[in-house]
């Protein structure tokens, strides 16, 4: 599991990915972990002032909505797009087939004027 992360961030070639190897690849878990202390240390630092700060308090409850809204908007406007693209391609693809025998059936069971009729009675 953590090679399949690894290649996947590896590929993705964020931020993050690249400061972790500031000390080269042997020693980037012990970046992350680092990375991982500070963000910790950080928001734990937070929650003290914006408890107490009713100021503090709005602006990150705005924050976190506002977040929410821009995430779900992406969501929305980026990726649901794409996916319903993909189902119609899908579909299209699945059909196609099932067209083609409707095509040939029609071309067999009505033959055009140039062949001969079957005269069966």
Same mark, same amino acid.
């Given at each position: 599991m953590c090679r399949e992360l690894s290649k996947k961030a590896e590929k993705a070639n964020n931020k993050l990915w690249q400061l972790s190897g500031l000390l080269g690849d042997q020693n980037r878990i012990w970046m992350y972990i680092l990375f991982q202390a500070i963000f910790t240390v950080a928001t734990?630092? #937070?929650? @003290?002032?914006i408890f107490l700060s009713y100021r503090l308090h709005v602006i990150?409850? !705005? #924050?976190? !909505?506002? /977040? /929410? @809204?821009?995430?779900g908007g992406s969501f929305l406007l980026e990726v649901m797009p794409r996916q319903v693209i993909q189902k119609e391609k899908k579909k299209k693809a699945e059909m196609q087939p099932i067209e083609e025998q409707i095509l040939h059936h029609e071309a067999v069971s009505h033959p055009t004027e140039n062949e001969p009729k079957s005269t069966e009675t």
């Open positions: 734990m630092a #937070l929650t @003290v002032p990150f409850q !705005i #924050l976190k !909505i506002s /977040a /929410a @809204v821009w995430n």
